[in-house]
């Protein structure tokens, strides 16, 4: 973050009369697209290396590190996808190229575990030159640049989207122009070059790798360059920044024109990201001064309402497929003065409090990450939305007759089936995908592909009747959950069943996968019911496991062995030698006792 986002705002305190039309060009222009946008949002999906991406748009955000407490917050307040740098020169830290910092390497091995450990999906903005990396040697550095990340996307295949420098036609680097002064279209042009050079060797070393463009300030003369010199086959998503001070005006305005251009240049299909946008109290001061009473709540109150004001449109308009906020936490960007006037009324404030961060230094939410959570528990809350009123089915308070298929995970292919003329489908998930290597060991990427599996589903317009099937099973649960459910002749008994319902392996497997479910899926509303098992049928179990769990059972309900010969007209000495009646005819009492209590046991699992 560097403060040229606020130039309008400092020429409108400066009372420089042209640049003060600026600012309400800015506002007129804002205006005119939100009308323009609104009234004609975009339908149809976005295409993405060959897959449909729903146009519903998704937030996401910026964060600088990633642990328990953190994810939390995250999670509650819906997020899914973050963005977070690695900066090229701390991990090539000498003028030798191909020279690699362990230690760093190291670490961001630990940070993109991370990720998957919690469930997010890593959008990392790569930038921040090597040393020896200039302008004057420009083209020998795109090269070198190329090869670091050829290394990057080999040694993190499971990174998907890989975003090439931030703001770099006008900060943070010179290797396009910036230091030269050159116009916008030429720096776009040396962009182009870098692109040129570096996408072939990105997509050769893993060409499932997304290449988003580093977030423009500029949002006209660079983005017309980049087409211009050629770059629209280099890079698969267009990215974009917007501050400003009310957001809202550049986050409209300048978004519509980018998209505007996109679709001028056969890119329609193309989607378009805002990977930077915020409001921060420096900000606010700068434009309108420090407030004399309650600034703290002002700040809060005023960055809540001008993000909430930028989701409101972009749900409505979908300019952006993805939108990333700045920040969760950050250091402050006042100034001397602007502190020691805070501090004059605010004795104890911590001025990174009231930086673009959405939490404050201990971790508490800020007004506007309140309003996410509690928007999401209003989600949840809500339940399901299919109920039965009189006999008739009801979705969503109306009449509703599903039409469903087995058929559909991705985007394309729910709407393929929404086209036929269906309005459900039913999909399964297994132990499978939420413990794949051992007990207790929950996989956070199959969880995030059943996540991700009711967020398509919703997007699409499509009610979800999930299938949470037990006969999938990992190998290492076949290897200790015991046989098959059989009778006393050794004949199949359970119909979809892998193992023994009363094998404690298997049992726990089902609870955990069951809980965890629960847990992150739930309360999807779009879910009309969940289906808990696969064309469930149950025998007469005579397995071990079964078997011992029969004989801990009748120890309990009868006082004595006696009683229980009585009870089934048999004569074992023990509980522990009870074993039950291969046929009706061999004992009827005692097979109709047994019989019965396997049907209570089912009942009950």
């Known amino acids: 973050m560097i403060m040229k986002h606020f130039l309008i705002l400092l020429a409108l305190l400066s009372g420089v009369a042209s640049l003060s039309a600026g600012w309400r060009e800015e506002r007129d222009f804002a205006d005119e697209m939100r009308k323009k946008t609104e009234g004609a949002p975009r339908v149809t999906p976005y ?5 449909t991406v729903p146009v519903e748009p998704e937030l996401g955000i910026n964060v600088h590190q990633l642990d328990g407490q953190i994810a939390g917050t995250l999670k509650k307040a819906g997020f ?4 977070q740098t690695v900066y090229w020169y701390q991990v090539e830290r000498s003028k030798n190229p191909g020279v690699y910092d ?5 670490k961001l091995d630990q940070r993109f575990a991370d990720y998957k450990r919690y469930g997010f999906e890593p959008l990392v903005v790569v930038h921040g030159n090597a040393p020896g990396a200039n302008w004057a040697n420009r083209e020998e550095s795109y090269q070198r640049f190329g090869r670091f990340m050829e290394m990057m996307v080999k040694r993190y295949p499971e990174v998907r989207y890989w975003q090439l420098w931030n703001e770099m036609e006008v900060a943070f680097t010179d290797l396009f122009g910036r230091s030269q002064k050159l116009p916008m279209k030429e720096r776009a042009q040396c962009y182009v070059e870098m692109l040129k050079i570096v996408a072939p060797m990105i997509r050769g070393a893993n060409p499932k790798a997304v290449i988003v463009t580093g977030g423009m300030v500029d949002s006209d003369e660079f983005p017309r360059g980049l087409y211009e010199h050629g770059g629209k086959d280099l890079f698969d998503i267009l990215a974009l920044h917007t501050y ?6 550049s986050f409209i305005g300048r978004g519509a024109r980018v998209r505007s251009i996109m679709d001028e240049n056969g890119d329609r299909d193309k989607p378009l990201w805002n990977t930077e946008f915020g409001v921060s109290g420096e900000g606010m001061i700068k434009a309108w001064g420090i407030p004399k009473e309650n600034p703290l709540q002002y700040f809060d109150d005023k960055q809540a ?12 308009a979908k300019i952006f497929s993805k939108y990333f906020i700045y920040v969760y936490h950050a250091n402050s960007e006042a100034s001397k003065d602007v502190r020691e006037k805070l501090k004059e009324q605010l004795p104890e404030l911590d001025f990174n409090d009231i930086s673009f961060s959405l939490v404050k ?34 979705f969503r308070g109306k009449p509703f007759f599903p039409v469903g298929i087995v058929f559909g995970r991705t985007a394309g292919e729910m709407l393929q089936a929404k086209e036929a003329g269906f309005n459900s489908i039913h999909q ?17 990427a199959g969880v995030e592909r059943i996540r991700q599996l009711h967020e398509t589903a919703r997007q699409n317009g499509m009610v979800l009747f999930p299938l949470l099937t037990g006969h999938y099973i990992p190998g290492w649960l076949a290897k200790t959950a015991g046989p098959a459910p059989k009778d006393s002749d050794g004949k199949p008994v359970g119909l979809w069943f892998k193992h023994s319902i009363h094998n404690s392996v ?5 609870r955990t996968f069951w809980e965890t479910v629960a847990r992150e899926v739930g309360s999807d509303p779009n879910a009309a019911l969940f289906v808990s098992w696969n064309e469930p049928a149950y025998g007469l179990d005579a397995t071990p496991d079964a078997l011992a769990a029969y004989r801990r059972a009748m120890a309990a309900e009868f006082p004595s062995i006696a009683d229980f010969n009585r009870e089934t007209g048999t004569s074992f000495e023990t509980f522990d030698a009870v074993t039950p009646p291969a046929k009706p005819d061999d004992n009827r009492r005692f097979f109709y006792h047994w019989f019965r209590y396997n049907q209570r046991r089912f009942a009950e699992f």
């Open 47 to 51: 295409l993405l290396k060959g897959e």
């Open 80 to 83: 899914g996808t973050l963005r």
């Open 102 to 106: 362990e230690e760093q390497l190291k």
């Open 244 to 249: 400003g001070m009310p957001v809202g005006w």
């Open 305 to 316: 309402e001008q993000l909430m004001n930028c989701l409101a449109y972009n749900r409505k």
């Open 361 to 394: 230094g201990d971790g508490t939410p800020r007004k506007f990450m309140l309003q996410l959570i509690d928007e999401q528990m209003g989600k949840k809350k809500s339940g399901s939305a299919l109920k039965t009123v009189d006999g008739r089915l009801l």
């Open 428 to 444: 399964e998930y297994s132990i499978r995908d939420v413990l794949p290597k051992g007990a207790g060991e929950v996989d956070p």
């Open 506 to 510: 298997y049992r726990q497997a089902l």
